[in-house]
């Protein structure tokens, strides 16, 4: 089994999306500031954003002191440590934060999983995962891996988040050790501390070597061919093959790259390249209207009748593009992005 690290002996790893700024304060606010455990925090945030704003928050409402992660820092109990804006957070089994421009998972950087698996990997059962909200089903794998290596799931009450896809989500995959409402973790958190987490698992394989990609240790063939089959679907981020993956109950894909989705995620981001996809012929049909339109009004006998008869073609073009993406497809609410 995988050496664990030593000079911390639990660690708290906590993902949200949307509402996740709330929902952060509501459970920071309930820690003592001797807290004994590190806290590490993958909020979904823009690549552009500073994520400033939710640090500062969270400094100002909580006793524990809040910061960035920074590459090579070595964690320390009572600290919380905020993933920067598009990079992964992850954690080496020596205890040092690894924040990487990794492949996106999920179609986020940072993302929940990569820091969820890398816990559970470097603290096994001493790894506790809190899944708050947020959208689409980023974190499910991720507590997954933390079940299988021995560690405990939290999950916030669906009926309790602002956004419960991501709680519904995982609920429908595991079982938790908890599923309560946000003002109930703190007391959780101080008994489980309090007490022995449970007994030590090996680390699985897979997990292992999903947390080596995700490092970019690995990034070959028979890495992913290990973790799964080929399958006749490519990668939206790359357009490299997707495997999909054997292990866990939920259907997931991998790239020999690095990217990473859950079928909802890989749904939602096919869906919105088609959109692009569809808008970009929309503009071409668009300006070959205008041109054919130009030519049989400047050009006089068969030439401006057939460019006329074709401008008209591409008007048909143009309405029915527009109709598919004006239309309201109630099947597909789930499809849009975070």
Not at 84 to 111: C, F, W, Y
Not at 228 to 238: D, I, L, R, T
Not at 284 to 304: C, D, H, P, V, Y
């Amino acid at each position: 089994m995988k050496t664990l690290v030593k000079n911390v002996e639990q660690i708290v790893v906590v993902g949200t999306s949307a509402g996740g700024m709330k929902a952060l304060k509501a459970l920071v606010e309930q820690l003592p500031e001797n807290f004994p455990a590190p806290l590490l925090i993958v909020q979904h945030i823009s690549a552009d954003a500073s994520g400033d704003a939710l640090l500062n928050e969270l400094n100002k409402i909580g006793k524990l002191k809040c910061i960035h992660a920074k590459e090579g820092e070595r964690v320390k109990s009572g600290y919380i440590y905020l993933a920067p804006s598009d990079h992964h957070l992850m954690i080496e089994k020596d205890g040092n934060l690894l924040v990487t421009k990794g492949a996106q998972e999920n179609r986020s950087r940072p993302a929940i999983d990569p820091l969820f698996r890398s816990a559970a990997v470097s603290f096994g059962n001493n790894t506790i995962g809190i899944l708050l909200t947020g959208y689409l089903d980023d974190g499910t794998s991720g507590l997954i891996a933390i079940q299988r290596c021995g560690g405990t799931c939290i999950i916030q009450d669906p009926t309790d988040a602002d956004y419960p896809d991501m709680p519904n989500n995982a609920l429908n995959q595991l079982k938790p050790d908890y599923c309560i409402p946000i003002a109930e973790m703190g007391g959780a958190l101080s008994q489980l501390m309090a007490n022995n987490l449970g007994k030590a698992h090996p680390i699985p394989d897979d997990i292992l070597k999903e947390v080596k990609i995700a490092e970019r240790v690995l990034s070959d063939l028979p890495s992913v061919n290990s973790l799964g089959e080929q399958v006749p679907f490519n990668c939206p981020g790359c357009g490299g093959v997707l495997w999909k993956m054997d292990k866990g109950p939920g259907m997931r894909y991998r790239c020999h790259t690095g990217h990473a989705y859950t079928a909802e995620t890989l749904l939602a981001e096919q869906t919105m390249k088609i959109e692009e996809t569809m808008w970009t012929a929309l503009r071409m049909f668009e300006e070959r209207r205008n041109l054919l339109t130009t030519i049989g009004k400047e050009q006089k006998g068969a030439t401006a009748r057939s460019a006329t008869e074709r401008a008209k073609m591409s008007q048909v073009h143009i309405d029915r593009i527009r109709a598919i993406l004006l239309a309201d497809d109630k099947s597909s609410i789930s499809d849009s992005p975070v």
